[in-house]
């Protein structure tokens, strides 16, 4: 069974960082993208930021060049360094990947992890 699991969320001031990471386990062949996607209390699930499987990223414009998304490929892990954190940036970040356990891809998401920006 794939399991998605979230790690590194936390409260921090405004202006100040986190890292997030997301590791994939179980009976997995092969991950194709593996993304961040955000929920506010209130708001509907957005995008953040993804890796696809030859290692080309994409942002939203509200996190470009705060942000930054990096993947381990050995590992099954991806990362969000988050720096200038603004208290818009509250939210409970979900992992994704679409990954395949067999012949089909399918998505996998996480249970989230919640980050608090206090201004």
């Known amino acids: 069974q794939v399991q998605l699991v979230e790690s590194g969320g936390g409260l921090v001031q405004s202006g100040g960082a986190l890292r997030l990471s997301c590791i994939a386990s179980g009976s997995i062949v092969r991950i194709n993208t593996m993304a961040w996607y955000r929920q506010a209390t209130g708001k509907q699930r957005e995008f953040v930021a993804r890796v696809g499987s030859s290692g080309g990223s994409s942002y939203d414009d509200s996190v470009r060049g705060r942000f930054t998304v990096s993947r381990d490929y050995a590992r099954n892990t991806i990362y969000l360094q988050m720096n200038d954190l603004k208290p818009e940036d509250t939210a409970v970040y979900y992992c994704?990947?679409?990954?395949?356990?067999?012949?089909?891809?399918?998505?996998?998401w996480g249970q989230g992890t919640q980050v608090t920006v206090s201004s």
């Open positions: 994704h990947a679409d990954l395949s356990e067999g012949r089909h891809y399918a998505d996998y």
